[in-house]
C-alpha cells in the first residue's frame, strides 16, 4: 500500500533534549512538508523540500532542523532552542507545483 | 499576505440534515487553488474536496459539494445528508501559487478550523 508514515505516534522527552520525529513516504513524491498543529488553530508550516538535498523554511522554522537526503524520508528534529514544542507534528508530500498535498498520521510529542 | 479565515468555530447538525461551513480568504492572486480538509478525532488529514480558482463549476464530491464565490473571496462548504462519520474538524486552506522569489509554490496556509458534531 503507498502511503505516508509517520513514527512514532506519541513521543515524549525531557525539557532540554532534541527529539527527531520521522516521515517516511513510498509514493514517488518530490516535496514533502512538515507542519504544526496547536489546539485551536490551523496547521503552521515549518519546513518544505521540493528535491532532494534542497529545503526552506516555512513560517515557524525556529527551533527547528530538517534534512531531505533521500526521496523517500524528510525526518524534523525539534531542538532545545524550540520554546515550546509540545504540539501535534504533521507530516505531508505531493508531486510537487500546486498538486494536492496528502498527509502522514501525525505524531504527537510532549515535552515534559 | 494571504489569510484564510472560518468564523464558525463550532457548528452542530442533524444526522440526514444539510449543514454549510463558511471559509472566506484574502489574496491579491488571480490564479490559485483551495481546500477543504477533515481532521476526525484519529487527527488523520483527510482531503475533503479542491477547487482550481480558475473554474466556474463549484467542485462536487458526493455528498461534498462548495460555494466558491471568487469576487466575494468566499469558499464555503456543504455536507448534504451528514452522516455520524462526518464528526470531525473541517479546515479551509489556499494554495499559494508562488512567492515574490518564485518559490513557496504549493505551499498550503490554513484556518483555524470548525468543529462539526452530527448528532443523530
Known amino acids: 500500500d503507498g502511503g505516508i508514515t509517520q513514527s512514532p505516534k506519541y513521543l515524549f522527552r525531557k525539557e532540554g533534549q532534541n527529539v527527531t520525529l520521522s516521515c517516511e513516504q513510498n509514493l514517488n513524491h518530490d516535496a514533502m512538508y512538515w507542519y504544526r498543529q496547536d489546539p485551536g488553530q490551523g496547521l503552521r508550516l515549518i519546513y518544505y523540500s521540493q528535491i532532494v538535498n534542497d529545503f526552506q523554511k516555512g513560517d515557524i522554522a525556529e527551533g527547528y532542523s530538517v534534512s531531505r537526503e533521500k526521496k523517500e524520508s524528510f525526518p524534523l528534529t525539534v531542538t532545545s532552542a524550540q520554546k515550546n514544542p509540545t504540539a501535534f507534528y504533521l507530516c505531508a508530500s505531493n508531486k510537487g507545483g500546486l498538486d494536492t498535498q496528502y498527509f502522514g498520521p501525525g505524531t504527537r510529542l510532549t515535552v515534559l | 499576505a494571504q489569510t484564510v479565515t472560518q468564523s464558525q468555530p463550532e457548528m452542530s447538525v442533524q444526522e440526514a440534515e444539510t449543514v454549510t461551513l463558511s471559509c472566506t480568504y484574502d489574496t491579491s492572486e488571480n490564479n490559485y487553488y483551495l481546500f477543504w480538509y477533515k481532521q476526525p478525532p484519529s487527527r488523520q488529514m483527510i482531503l475533503v474536496i479542491r477547487q482550481e480558482a480558475y473554474k466556474q463549476q463549484n467542485a462536487t464530491e458526493n455528498r461534498f459539494s462548495v460555494n466558491f464565490q471568487k469576487a466575494a473571496k468566499s469558499f464555503s462548504l456543504k455536507i448534504s445528508d451528514s452522516q455520524l462519520g462526518d464528526t470531525a474538524m473541517y479546515f479551509c486552506?489556499?494554495?499559494?501559487?508562488?512567492?515574490?522569489?518564485?518559490?513557496?509554490?504549493?505551499?498550503?496556509?490554513f484556518g483555524k478550523g470548525t468543529k462539526l458534531s452530527v448528532k443523530p
Open positions: 486552506a489556499f494554495m499559494k501559487p508562488r512567492d515574490n522569489y518564485g518559490g513557496s509554490q504549493g505551499n498550503l496556509i
